[in-house]
């Protein structure tokens, strides 16, 4: 099993930066599909971006060339840096992790919000 911990939501400005993290526990983040998801008020939950065990990564097209996620393993974190953030980024943000027979694991969520 893997227990995952966000942080670093927050306000911020349309235009600004802020970066995210995804500390794991219990197993290392190079065995396991890690990425964030995000869920907006009355939308359903998408994938922003993931990173595969081997280091490949993938992003929802929004996201592209904005965001950018990245893993630390000596310190088993996965981050998300966003930066020209947008209103329609504001959402709770999850972090999670998948592994073939493991199973799918999730964080609690952080809060961003994107606002003048």
């Known amino acids: 099993q893997v227990q995952l911990v966000e942080s670093g939501g927050g306000l911020v400005q349309p235009g600004g930066s802020l970066r995210l993290s995804c500390a794991a526990s219990g197993s290392s983040v190079s065995m396991y599909v890690m990425g964030w998801y995000r869920q907006a008020p009355g939308k359903q939950r998408e994938l922003v971006a993931d990173?595969?065990?081997?280091?490949?990564?993938t992003y929802e097209d929004s996201v592209k060339g904005r965001f950018t996620i990245s893993r630390d393993i000596a310190k088993n974190t996965v981050n998300l840096q966003m930066n020209s953030l947008k209103p329609e980024d504001t959402a709770v943000y999850y972090c999670?992790?998948?592994?073939?027979?493991?199973?799918?694991?999730w964080g609690q969520g952080t809060q961003v919000t994107v606002s003048s």
């Open positions: 999670y992790a998948r592994r073939r027979f493991y199973g799918e694991f």
């Open positions: 990173i595969s065990s081997g280091g490949g990564t």
